[in-house]
C-alpha cells in the first residue's frame, strides 16, 4: 500500500524568508510524487512532479522539491515566500508497482506567509 | 486549452436522493479520475476511467459509481446519499495519449469542483 505523510498541519513564514514544507511517502515500488496547491473553493493546482532523473525538481512559481530516496522524503521549497503564496499544499504519491496508479494525498499543510 | 470543467459547481440534496455530478476533461486527454475531499477523510480516491472503462476504483461503497463516454466526458453517480456524502468532489483529467496507450505518468489536472450539501 501507499501512503503519504505531511507531519505539520500549519507551517507559518515571513515574506521574503524561505519556506519549507515537509513530505514523507511510503510505496513498495518506485515512486511518482507530485505536489499540489488548493487556493480557498478552488481546486488543486499542479506544482511540479518527481518521475525519475535530477533529485532537484524545479515547478510552477518558483517551488522547488528535492527528492531524497533514502529518507523517502520530498519536502517542497521556495526561496524567498510570498504572502499569495498562502495557501493549502498536498503532497501526493503514485506507486508504479502493479496495477493502481490513483494517486494518494498526503492530509495536506497550511502555509500562511505573514507580511 | 481550456481547463477542467464541472458541473454543477454546488449542489444541495436531502438524505436518500441521488445526485449526478459532471466532468469535462481538458481536451485530448482521455482519463478522468474523481476524488472526494472532506475536512475528516482529506482527499479520497473514487474511481479512474480512460477509454470508457473503469480502471481502478477506491475503497468507496457501491452507491458511487461513474462511467465515461466516448468524448472521454465522465459522471459520477452518488444513491441514497447519506450525510456524510457532504464533501467537495474534484475531477482530475491527464492525457493517456499515444494510440490508446495508458501512461500512469501522466500528471493529474484537476477542475474546480463540486461543492455537494446533504441535509
Known amino acids: 500500500a501507499q501512503s503519504v505523510a505531511q507531519p505539520e498541519d500549519q507551517v507559518n513564514v515571513a515574506e521574503g524568508n524561505p519556506l519549507t514544507v515537509k513530505c514523507t511517502y511510503s510505496?513498495?515500488?518506485?515512486?511518482?510524487l507530485f505536489w499540489y496547491v488548493q487556493y480557498p473553493n478552488r481546486g488543486l493546482q499542479f506544482l511540479l512532479k518527481?518521475?525519475?532523473?535530477?533529485?532537484l525538481v524545479k515547478g510552477s512559481y518558483g517551488f522547488e522539491a528535492e527528492f531524497n530516496k533514502s529518507q523517502t522524503s520530498f519536502h517542497l521549497k521556495k526561496p524567498s515566500a510570498l504572502v499569495s503564496d498562502s495557501a493549502l499544499y498536498f503532497c501526493a504519491v503514485r506507486d508504479m508497482r502493479g496495477s493502481a496508479r490513483q494517486l494518494t494525498f498526503g492530509s495536506g499543510t497550511q502555509l500562511t506567509v505573514l507580511p | 486549452k481550456a481547463g477542467v470543467t464541472q458541473t454543477p459547481r454546488y449542489l444541495i440534496k436531502t438524505r436518500g436522493q441521488q445526485v449526478t455530478l459532471s466532468c469535462s476533461p481538458i481536451?485530448?486527454?482521455?482519463?478522468v479520475s474523481w476524488y472526494q475531499q472532506t475536512p475528516g477523510q482529506g482527499l479520497q480516491f473514487l474511481f479512474e476511467y480512460f477509454s470508457e472503462t473503469q480502471r481502478n476504483k477506491g475503497n468507496f461503497p457501491g452507491r458511487f459509481s461513474g462511467r465515461q463516454f466516448s468524448n472521454s466526458r465522465s459522471e459520477m453517480n452518488v444513491s441514497t446519499l447519506e450525510l456524510g456524502d457532504s464533501a467537495l468532489y474534484l475531477c482530475?483529467?491527464?492525457?493517456?495519449?499515444?494510440?490508446?496507450?495508458?501512461?500512469?505518468?501522466?500528471?493529474?489536472?484537476f477542475g474546480p469542483g463540486t461543492r455537494l450539501t446533504v441535509l
Open positions: 510505496v513498495s515500488g518506485n515512486p511518482y
Open positions: 481536451s485530448g486527454h482521455r482519463s
Open positions: 482530475a483529467s491527464s492525457g493517456g495519449t499515444g494510440a490508446g496507450v495508458y501512461f500512469g505518468t501522466d500528471t493529474q489536472y
Open positions: 518527481y518521475i525519475t532523473g535530477d533529485n
